[in-house]
């Protein structure tokens, strides 16, 4: 009693810090930091090995929502930015109308009359010069492309009588294909047109600023010495900005439209036999929707998709870690004749890569010196074949990897051996020092040091195996025919890239350009999400500041 006695008489701020003091509780911190699997660098290090690589596993997993709510973040703040950008522009469109002379009021209808009006010539007549070559344009061929582009055309190919010649004949009407481009490029000269008429409103109040200063303006042959001079940069890139949009930028949009029409060399090739028209997402329905009444195309993306991963992954690590394998190899001392070893294998990549694959799929053909050599020892049956219909699948694709290792451990070990050249000899020596093996010494310096330098090229290898054309089509043809999708457009096949079906699609009897539209849109998504999920856990992204 007396002990609870002088435990009342104690102030309650005493009486809660002896309580929080004999008991204490986790720090929230800490709870809400190891429910989110995250160490600290103390923590981490007592970790064993697998329990590190589940740690990894369960970091990427839990972080992949986060991707997406920051890349939504990132999207919603570019279209915050542009909104605002747009009613900035548009408020000092207003506000130079309001307070500006009637120059540059009378601008607003007639380019280039305030550069002309105050002296400024050249300039003038340019703005002006643009201004009717584009309304030239939009009266006589502009304003039909667009009115066109909604239909992709009204009239196509019909049977007319001929007076003359006293029998029916084809006439051809509207063309589809130039609808569709040509009302691309008017979209295009109409963005060119407004981006200029905002260019002459700048200029005119610009002026008008300067002129308010009591200064000149400048004169032709000051603009013209400024092209080359203070503004050279505008003059050099403008021609490759312009090849740019119109031999890079066009084209992709061009394909990405063809993707929602069903334009086809067989049937709808806009022209000749009948016009194409737009069908919204029935193509990317028809490609991806396994509830559709044809799955055949479901089936063959889904089969062609695993596939092509797979090979990418095998394609690219493969001649990554057998290159840096020969590299090491070669470079170890004690090794004599380097400079043979490395001219030998350089000498594979000095043979143009068309004829060596050729050469090789003509050894490996079921008429081949492999399979009849193998046939003559007794190895094989007479059925055996390595890229042939009667071919194994997992054959033909395990061939096409090795092949593949073939042609790419050379290069790989250039690039290798450049790079272990310059790894510091410090480390090694200290490595050996403290009692490192052979392969410590590989997993703890070498290979950080290399994933660390070729991180970029790695990603960008992973890519172009994805679209590896050449190796797939001059080995296989993407055979053997897999005849479970055999339904889809193109004689779909085993060891079959998503841009060898593309080519074959297009090059096929049917010429489905419209199905191939949508496989290369959906090859680019693919490549965009795994270029983005990779480069954010490369060493080359993350410990930049470990290799300084």
């Not at 919603?76 to 500006?100: M, Q, R």
């Not at 050249?122 to 009266?139: H, K």
């Not at 006589?140 to 492309?145: H, L, S, V």
């Not at 490759?240 to 029409?261: N, Q």
């Amino acid at each position: 009693m007396q002990v609870e006695d002088e435990k009342e008489k104690q102030p309650e701020s005493v009486v809660e810090e002896a309580e929080t003091t004999s008991a204490p509780t986790p720090a929230p911190i800490a709870v809400e930091k190891h429910s989110r699997l995250e160490y600290s660098d103390l923590e981490y290090l007592k970790l064993s090995k697998w329990q590190r690589f589940l740690y990894h596993i369960a970091r990427f997993f839990l972080g992949i929502p986060a991707w997406f709510k920051n890349a939504g973040i990132a999207i919603w703040h570019f279209l915050k930015k542009c909104g605002l950008g747009v009613w900035h522009e548009i408020k000092d469109i207003g506000l130079t109308f309001v307070h500006g002379d009637w120059k540059t009021k009378i601008s607003y209808g007639v380019m280039g009359f305030g550069s002309l009006a105050r002296g400024q010539i050249l300039r003038g007549i340019l703005f002006l010069s643009f201004e009717v070559i584009f309304i030239v344009y939009m009266v006589f061929w502009g304003g039909y492309w667009l009115s066109m582009l909604p239909s992709l055309g009204k009239l196509g190919p019909a049977e007319e009588y001929n007076e003359e010649l006293d029998t029916y004949i084809t006439v051809y009407h509207d063309n589809s294909f130039k609808i569709l481009l040509y009302g691309i490029l008017t979209l295009f000269f109409i963005v060119a047109f407004i981006y200029t008429w905002r260019l002459n409103i700048k200029q005119n109040k610009i002026s008008e600023e300067i002129l308010a200063t009591g200064k000149k303006l400048k004169s032709g042959k000051q603009d013209l010495r400024s092209l080359v001079d203070d503004e050279f940069h505008k003059t050099l890139l403008a021609l490759p900005v312009t090849g740019i949009l119109v031999f890079t930028v066009m084209p992709i949009l061009f394909m990405i439209l063809v993707a929602f029409t069903n334009y086809s060399g067989a049937t709808n090739n806009g022209y000749t036999n009948n016009l194409f028209s737009w069908v919204g997402w029935n193509n990317f329905n028809t490609l991806l929707n396994w509830k559709s009444g044809n799955t055949a195309y479901s089936a063959a993306f889904g089969e062609i998709l695993g596939w092509t991963l797979m090979w990418a992954f095998f394609a690219t690590f493969s001649n990554y870690f057998l290159g840096m394998l020969v590299a090491i190899m070669i470079n170890k001392k004690g090794i004599h004749f380097k400079k043979v070893w490395r001219t030998i294998l350089v000498l594979t990549i000095a043979i143009p890569q068309f004829i060596s694959l050729l050469y090789v799929s003509r050894m490996f053909a079921d008429n081949g010196i492999i399979i009849a050599r193998l046939q003559q020892w007794h190895w094989v049956g007479d059925n055996f074949s390595f890229f042939g219909d009667k071919a194994n699948p997992w054959v033909s694709r395990l061939m096409v990897i090795l092949i593949n290792i073939w042609i790419g451990i050379p290069y790989l070990m250039l690039i290798a051996t450049g790079i272990l050249m310059n790894i510091p000899e410090d480390l090694y020596e200290s490595a050996r020092i403290d009692g490192a093996n052979v392969w410590q010494q590989y997993t703890k310096i070498t290979l950080p040091y290399m994933l660390f330098v070729t991180g970029p090229y790695l990603l960008t290898s992973f890519i172009g195996n994805m679209n590896n054309f050449n190796v797939i089509y001059l080995l296989t043809g993407g055979g053997p025919t897999n005849g479970a999708v055999s339904a889809a457009s193109g004689s779909v096949g085993y060891t079959d890239l998503l841009i060898t079906w593309l080519y074959k699609i297009t090059m096929g009897a049917n010429s489905e350009y419209y199905m191939a539209s949508v496989i290369g849109i959906l090859v680019f998504v693919v490549s965009a999400v795994l270029s983005m999920i990779v480069y954010n856990f490369m060493p080359s992204n993350k410990h930049e500041e470990d290799y300084q």
